[in-house]
Nanobody, 115 residues
């Protein structure tokens, strides 16, 4: 059974930083392209960044230069470092493969950017 567990969310002030983690179990992590997504209230889910097995990464324009995705193929973990956070970054953040597999979605982790 595949499971994705996100962690690291919380409340942060504008301009602050936060780091998210996501552990994949039940699938061969090292062979998957992994990605981070988010969904804000009333909006569609948005892909933020993805990273290939060897570490090549790509970012959405909305987070380019502020967010950094990385992975540890030994720990089966993908990370998202978020800097210079803005109120519009408030959302539930999810990880999944890229393309996303519908039955892989986890609970996500809430990120709230507010003063």
């Amino acid at each position: 059974q595949v499971q994705l567990v996100e962690s690291g969310g919380g409340l942060v002030q504008p301009g602050g930083s936060l780091g998210l983690s996501c552990v994949l179990s039940g699938s061969d992590f090292s062979k998957n392209i992994m990605a981070w997504y988010r969904q804000a209230p009333g909006k569609q889910r948005e892909r933020l960044a993805f990273i290939g097995p060897s570490g090549h990464a790509s970012y959405a324009p909305s987070v380019q230069g502020r967010f950094s995705i990385s992975r540890d193929n030994v720990k089966n973990t993908v990370y998202l470092q978020m800097d210079n956070l803005k109120p519009e970054d408030t959302a539930v953040y999810y990880c999944n493969t890229f393309p996303a597999k519908e039955d892989y979605w986890g609970q996500g982790t809430q990120v709230t950017v507010s003063s």
